[in-house]
């Protein structure tokens, strides 16, 4: 069974800074692309930052310069560093990717649980 599994999220005041982690078990990440996305109470789920294989990054306007995306391939385990907080950062926290099932050479595309992070002024 594919999983993504998320942690970090939590509670801290503007200015500082949380690290997400979501590690995939069950398969490995594919070659495609994978990424991290975040939802408002009242708001549309959003791309916050998305990562290649080849560590090529893209980030939301609003988070350029905060936040840095990363991968371990060797751990199937992908990050999100988020500096410099604020309070509209506050939202539920989403990792993507599909994993890949080596044994049965299927890929599936996989959301992870969803972590909350809130950030107080």
């Known amino acids: 069974q594919v999983q993504l599994v998320e942690s970090g999220g939590g509670l801290v005041q503007a200015g500082g800074s949380l690290r997400l982690s979501c590690a995939a078990s069950?398969?490995?990440?594919?070659?495609?692309?994978r990424g991290w996305y975040r939802q408002a109470p009242g708001k549309q789920r959003e791309l916050v930052a998305a990562i290649t294989r080849d560590d090529n990054t893209n980030y939301a306007d609003s988070v350029k310069g905060r936040f840095t995306i990363s991968t371990d391939n060797a751990k199937n385990t992908l990050y999100l560093q988020m500096n410099s907080l604020k309070p509209e950062d506050t939202a539920v926290y989403y990792c993507y990717a599909e994993v890949l099932i080596t044994q049965v050479g299927k890929v599936y595309s996989s959301w992870g649980q969803g972590t909350q992070v809130t950030v107080s002024s």
């Open positions: 069950g398969g490995i990440f594919s070659d495609n692309a």
